[in-house]
């Protein structure tokens, strides 16, 4: 096993300053790379069954991943899988601070008496992690369905976008924050999987000696934490989308509440439905997952050493 690189004592507030530097950092570069299967999710997840209460018979239907792509690239042209990444951009870096931050200082509060910290610390900080960075950034996440969710050639841009929520639909649970509930439990549970299961199974699995097989063993892990993170959290994602997408029938709210629209998918189109999206979900955040696990590791400890 490798031995630990030794550091000098420093102060928690400049550790904590590490922290948000190093989460940012991991969010910007993961969003970035992953942006395309983010907007393909979207476009799945909105999109309802076709014998769906209210779904329009005359809409361009995805059947896939795939054909995903290759319809928006053919309709929309190739700028269209990188519709609403601005207010992913301007999010990640905060969100993945908070996140990042909030995990590393709640672990302690949840070690209960342990001289280390146990599954359960990771779980319960990674879930506190999850909530908190879920209400900073559901407004950003609202204007980001808009605009992913928009099948216009032409781009509108974000402040276009969050202008014209507000004007219509104002700053409350109807507005600019609708869905935060969803959100809330989309990111609690992905996060509460995505650290325990990382942080467990990484302190189980021997440290190599090689720089290589020490680097894949952490893309591996990290990559099982997304996926696994993903099949758990994705009916709260569906419903988040169908909350903050547009609506079936103009005018009309179809999907309110989380439970409540949950329900609803599952009356009107299946089980199978509160999964729509697993796939693209997968593919970007399971490697995206280790991105951000792999980006942080490795500037967290860079800037211990080099800057403490």
């Given amino acids: 096993m ?4 030794a550091v000098p004592e420093i102060s928690p507030g400049k550790k904590a300053a590490f922290q948000v530097l190093a989460g940012g950092s991991a969010g910007f570069l993961e969003v970035c790379i992953m942006q395309p299967l983010d907007v393909v999710k979207t476009r799945m997840q909105i999109q309802a069954t076709p014998t769906a209460a209210g779904a329009t018979r005359n809409e361009l239907h995805y059947n896939g991943v795939f054909d995903c792509f290759a319809k928006m690239y053919r309709n929309e042209g190739i700028t269209s899988f990188w519709k609403g990444i601005m207010p992913p951009i301007l999010a990640e870096t905060p969100k993945r601070a908070i996140k990042f931050l909030v995990f590393e200082q709640t672990k302690p509060l949840f070690q209960f008496g342990s001289p280390t910290p146990t599954p359960l610390t990771f779980s319960l ?7 908190l960075e879920a209400i900073a950034v559901n407004p950003f996440e609202v204007v980001k369905v808009a605009q992913q969710a928009d099948r216009q050639k032409k781009l509108l ?5 969050a202008k014209g929520i507000i004007r219509q639909d104002g700053l409350g649970l109807r507005g600019i924050n609708k869905g935060v509930t969803a959100t809330m439990g989309r990111n609690g549970l992905f996060n509460m999987v995505y650290f325990g299961f990382y942080h467990s ?3 189980v699995v021997p440290e190599s000696t090689e720089s290589h097989w020490e680097f894949l063993r952490k893309v591996t892990i990290g990559f099982l934490a997304g996926t696994l993170a993903c099949f758990v959290n994705i009916p709260f994602d569906v419903v988040k989308s169908r909350i903050q997408g547009p609506q079936p029938v103009q005018g009309e709210i179809k999907y309110r509440g989380t439970f409540r629209s949950m329900g609803l998918v599952y009356r009107e189109e299946g089980f199978r439905a509160l999964y729509k999206g697993l796939v693209p979900k997968i593919m970007r955040l399971g490697p995206g997952g280790a991105i951000m696990l792999l980006v942080f590791d490795y500037s967290y400890n860079y800037l211990l050493e080099n800057h403490a």
Avoid at 2 to 5: H, I, N, R, S
Avoid at 125 to 131: P, S
Avoid at 157 to 161: A, E, G, P, R
């Fill in 201 to 203: 199974v990484k302190n």
């Fill in 157 to 161: 841009s974000t402040l276009d976008v």
């Fill in 125 to 131: 900080a990674g879930l506190t992690a999850g909530i």
């Fill in 2 to 5: 490798a031995a630990p690189v």
